[in-house]
């Protein structure tokens, strides 16, 4: 349930279209949903603009389909993080139109159309190399499903300055820049110097031996020196997205 729902169903009851009791059955589920193993929080949309988003890992696959048919059925578009192959089967059996991105690990069902304005802000996602797509693509595909307009600019690290550099024009049209990298960590600094907009920090686990899994990757990005950068936590791509999501929005009204 989120505003636009919210409105219409409101709008509908004073129209005389649905009746009252029908509307309050459709407001029985606020804010939350007890299913037992998991209290599903309808509510947020209406409190934040953005559904609650599942996390796959940690939970049976069943447990994930159950919460992800539980949460279609409200209307709003519905996202899963570092989910697998056998997760998506079992969510498949209940939403047969949820799609899955191996890639980006994210399963995905897309309930409203998406709506962009010719002035929409553009948020760009950058990795530093072809390994650390993956967590670049759970940041684009959670931007996707909430309505944003992404730009991809991937395997233009550090030691390759020059690819970078020809992204320029890409780079200048974004509202926010999400970077992720591995090894050192050095490209949310370059990037912090080259635009004018905030840019979120995303360390890969993605290195050899003393990147100690993204630990030096994430202490590299806290001791930026550029003031621009923020970093979020290792491979956390959606975070990173959700973050940049709510910038480029802005407050609720």
């Known amino acids: ?88 089967t079992a969510v498949q059996g209940r939403v047969p139109a949820a799609q899955y991105f191996p890639v980006a690990r994210v399963i995905t069902l897309r309930q409203t159309e998406k709506q962009v304005a010719a002035d929409a802000s553009r948020i760009a996602v950058v990795c530093a190399g ?14 996707d499903i909430f309505g944003g307009e992404v730009d991809r600019i991937y395997d233009v690290g550090v030691a390759g300055l020059h690819r970078l550099l020809g992204q320029r024009e890409v780079l200048q049209r974004a509202r926010v820049v999400i970077v992720c990298a591995g090894m050192e960590g050095a490209l949310p600094s370059v990037l912090g110097g080259l635009v004018s907009v905030p840019v979120i920090a995303v360390p890969t686990s993605v290195g050899y031996g003393a990147s100690f899994h993204g630990v030096a990757a994430l202490l590299g990005m806290l001791n930026s020196c550029s003031p621009n950068v923020t970093v979020v936590n290792i491979d956390n791509g959606f975070g990173a997205a959700y973050v940049a999501t709510m910038i480029c929005r802005g407050p609720m009204r």
């Open 1 to 88: 349930m989120d505003k636009d729902t919210l409105l219409r169903l409101l709008e509908d009851v004073r129209n005389g279209l649905i009746s009252s009791e029908t509307a309050s059955a459709n407001l029985a589920q606020l804010p939350f949903e007890d299913i037992g193993f998991a209290k599903l929080d309808h509510h947020r949309p209406l409190r934040t603009g953005l559904p609650e988003v599942i996390l796959a890992a940690g939970k049976t696959a069943d447990q994930v389909a159950e919460i992800f048919e539980r949460m279609a059925e409200s209307g709003v578009n519905v996202l899963a993080t570092r989910a697998d192959a056998p997760t998506f």
């Open 130 to 143: 072809t390994s650390d797509i993956p967590v670049a693509e759970e940041a684009a595909m959670t931007i």
